[in-house]
């Protein structure tokens, strides 16, 4: 059996945790005949992926899950595991804790989760909180927190889930008539993405609530409103993933996920430059708002966004605009 040290991750950001654990690797000589721990590796990798899902494996699947094999077998085997409670020791974990954060979906999740992206030691730990995190707060309608614009605070972003509707009804209804022939020129664009890919749309979504956030201490509603829906108007042929998003009369940032909660990749670079143009125009007519700083803005779902692209988007988006 060779231990190998496990440096596959290796982050920058990761700088303050401990020193990486070696993995073993091959079946472990101390394990008994009936434990999986006592199979190769590959033979251990198909054992966990044929698993039926009706079959409670628990217990094999945790001693996998506590070994010291390669962080991929130990990410299987906690996706796996029915009894999702049995993986919340293991929060400071950088490889089982992204898997845990999945199964936190309910109210009574927040207040983990959010703990989580405050306190977890691993960049990839609190990126995938953050996405969950920005999932869960869109059924439940927002963080729990005071805004700085009082009563003036913005609404939270809505976000349309999949309906009994065509998409062809559901793209039309998000969009709204104005938009109309702009997206039926760009329709193949603006496909949403494949499971697997693209970007999070309820990220999008919250990083364009708490940036406009900022600017509800400076601008009234109708304001902002205008500057919201001029920009975006602007912007909507050279960003044709902009569709997804609409602005309602309350400035409401309306989010389409009726085809899916992931948005093509490219939403993440148009609805930078369309933050930063937003931005752009406040400040032309109240100069005090060059002190919003958008990563500061967003910084309950940074390490995503900067996973997504977002914040280099921003910064490219504000130099050619410079």
Request: hydrophobic share 40%.
């Amino acid at each position: 059996m060779a231990a190998v040290t496990q440096n596959d991750d290796a982050t920058p950001d990761d700088a303050e945790s401990p020193p990486r654990e070696s993995w073993q690797e091959g079946p472990d000589e101390e394990a008994s005949e009936e434990s999986w721990l006592s199979l190769p590796d590959d033979e251990l990798v198909h054992r966990i992926e044929t698993l039926a899902p009706d079959v409670d494996a628990d217990e094999q699947l945790l001693r996998v899950v506590r070994s010291g094999r390669h962080f991929f077998i130990r990410q299987e085997a906690a996706k796996r595991i029915r009894d999702h409670s049995l993986l919340f020791p293991f929060e400071d974990d950088r490889h089982v804790g992204q898997i845990l954060v999945r199964y936190l979906t309910r109210r009574e999740d927040v207040t983990y989760l959010e703990r989580l992206v405050a306190q977890s030691r691993h960049v990839e730990v609190r990126a995938a909180a953050q996405v969950q995190l920005a999932q869960l707060w869109g059924r439940l309608g927002g963080p729990t927190r005071v805004s700085p614009g009082g009563d003036e605070a913005p609404p939270p972003p809505e976000f349309e889930k999949p309906t009994a509707a065509s998409p062809e009804t559901a793209v039309e209804a998000a969009i709204g008539p104005a938009a109309a022939p702009v997206v039926e020129a760009t329709r193949p664009a603006t496909e949403t993405a494949p499971a697997g890919e693209g970007v999070d749309g309820s990220l999008l979504g919250w990083a364009v609530h708490f940036i406009v956030e900022q600017a509800w201490a400076h601008l009234d509603t109708g304001a902002v409103r205008d500057l919201l829906v001029r920009t975006h108007a602007e912007l909507l042929s050279r960003h044709p993933a902009l569709s997804f998003f609409r602005i309602e009369e309350d400035a409401h940032a309306h989010v389409d996920l009726s085809r899916g909660p992931r948005l093509p990749r490219e939403a993440v670079a148009g609805v930078a430059t369309w933050m930063m143009a937003f931005l752009h125009a406040a400040r032309s007519t109240h100069p005090d708002m060059e002190e919003i700083d958008v990563r500061q803005s967003t910084h309950l779902m940074a390490d995503a966004l900067d996973e997504a692209g977002f914040y280099a988007a921003c910064e490219a988006a504000e130099s050619t605009a410079l």
